[in-house]
């Protein structure tokens, strides 16, 4: 067949293929991402560096987050308890700005602080309360649509009670890896 032939029968063909337009499949994309997120409860850990057999270095919290309604920042608040030798008691919040969102994802900058109770065993020991400034970044995966994986990293001021008129002030990285259920 020449070269001729076929150009002159492929407009044929073309011209005989029917369109389909099929107007009974609609698809509907609903995105995850920190918009419209509302409140949520969940739990989450801390971590800072440490040993994990001292647990004031891993201390379980329960979580509490709100988002906004147009979706620019969130707000964590923070409870936890934990015994061991010690009785740790903390609450703390957390504030986010959303740095960069996509429909199942966000990506935040901001920082907060929590109150940390300490009460030692023993007679004549005293409740201790020290407070910590964080500063540093949070992701949130949307596993499905009111399901997120937390995590963030950080750096902390650590300001202890030692009791006396002493101030220590001390720095490091700290770390928090969650999971949240939103309520829409």
Do not use: C
């Not at 007679?123 to 201790?128: A, E, I, L, N, V």
């Not at 001021?157 to 309520?183: C, E, Q, R, W």
Request: hydrophobic share 45%.
């Amino acid at each position: 067949m020449s070269l001729a032939a076929i150009a002159s029968f492929a407009p044929a063909l073309a011209r005989a293929q029917e369109v389909v337009r099929d107007s009974t499949s609609t698809a509907t994309f609903t995105g995850a991402s920190s918009a419209h997120r509302g409140f949520g409860v969940g739990a989450a850990a801390l971590f800072w560096p440490g040993g994990l057999d001292d647990v004031s270095r891993v201390v379980p919290n329960l979580l509490v987050t709100w988002g906004d309604s147009a979706g620019r920042f969130h707000i964590d608040g923070l409870f936890g308890f934990a015994h061991q030798n010690t009785s740790n008691f903390d609450l703390g919040v957390r504030g986010w700005y959303h740095l960069h969102a996509t429909p199942s994802s966000d990506l935040s900058a901001g920082g907060g602080f929590t109150l940390i109770s300490h009460k030692n065993p023993g007679p004549g020991q005293d409740r201790q309360w020290d407070f910590e400034l964080e500063i540093g970044a949070q992701m949130r995966a949307f596993i499905v649509s009111n399901v997120a994986l937390l995590g963030s990293l950080g750096l902390y001021m650590y300001l202890p009670d030692s009791g006396d008129s002493t101030i220590v002030i001390t720095g490091n990285f700290v770390g928090y890896l969650g999971l949240a259920y939103y309520f829409q």
